[in-house]
């Protein structure tokens, strides 16, 4: 069974930090690109930053890009996303998703689209204090 936990979510000030983990179990970690995604009220889903275990390439938003850096753990089969410099619209529910990497696509316009992930997480708040 394919499962992924995130965890580190919380309340933090506007300029400040908080690290995001994401746990993943049930399939094999090099096969999938594992994504970021959030969502705040009365918004679409959007795609934050996604990794691929088997070369460490990345992708992110623009939105993010200099202040969020998404790494991994390959032993723990976990990803992690760093977000520094928080801003108040950064606040929302962060998840993490996985999807079976597709070797004939590449880059963020196909793997920062939430709609083609299989596997997602339960979400953990994010919340920002002005």
């Known amino acids: 069974e394919v499962q992924l936990v995130e965890s580190g979510g919380g309340l933090v000030q506007a300029g400040g930090s908080l690290r995001l983990s994401c746990t993943a179990s049930?399939?094999?970690?090099?096969?999938?690109?594992i994504g970021w995604f959030r969502q705040a009220p009365g918004k679409e889903r959007e795609g934050v930053s996604c990794?691929?275990?088997?070369?460490?390439?990345?992708y992110s938003a623009d939105s993010v890009k200099g202040r969020f850096t998404i790494s991994m753990d390959n032993g723990k089969n976990t990803v992690y996303l760093q977000m520094n410099s928080l801003k108040p619209q950064d606040a929302a529910v962060y998840y993490c998703?996985?999807?079976?990497?597709?070797?004939?696509?590449?880059?963020?316009?196909?793997?920062?689209?939430?709609?083609?992930?299989?596997?997602w997480g339960q979400g953990t708040q994010v919340t920002i204090s002005s």
């Open positions: 049930g399939f094999t970690f090099d096969d999938y690109h």
């Open positions: 998703a996985a999807i079976r990497t597709d070797h004939r696509y590449s880059g963020a316009y196909y793997y920062l689209d939430p709609d083609r992930y299989d596997y």
């Open positions: 990794i691929d275990p088997s070369d460490s390439s990345t």
